[in-house]
């Protein structure tokens, strides 16, 4: 009996556990692409997410690698996309900070970079 028990509630608890992780807004893929090289400066930085978040709690900054920010500071979120202009840059390394709060209230933050260059 103990076993039939263990045996239906283990799939449970799977279950259970993957739901929970699946909750969170996560970065799905972004524009221009994580880690990347590109080799004329992007116009903005676009950011999709796994999940639909909230814009009053959603931000991005972009800065340049003496930590100066190059975004307008005007954040664009449409369900589950978030974007921010960017002014001209040169050539060099960019970082991408981003915190989302979902719509079932999960926060997430993160970062990445790319480069601008031959």
Do not use: C
């Not at 259970?16 to 930085?45: C, K, Q, Y």
Request: proline residues 4%; aromatic residues 6%; charged residues 20%.
């Amino acid at each position: 009996m103990r076993r039939i028990a263990l045996a239906t509630m283990v799939p449970l608890l799977v279950l259970l556990a993957t739901r929970d992780v699946s909750a969170h807004a996560s970065l799905d893929h972004a524009e221009p692409r994580v880690g990347n090289t590109v080799t004329t400066a992007p116009r903005e930085v676009t950011l999709w997410f796994t999940q639909k978040i909230e814009a009053a709690f959603s931000t991005i900054t972009v800065a340049n690698s003496a930590g100066q920010r190059i975004d307008t500071g005007k954040v664009r979120v449409s369900g589950n996309r978030m974007a921010i202009s960017l002014r001209p840059v040169g050539a060099g390394t960019y970082r991408v900070k981003w915190h989302v709060l979902s719509v079932d209230t999960h926060r997430a933050d993160g970062d990445f970079s790319f480069k601008v260059g031959p």
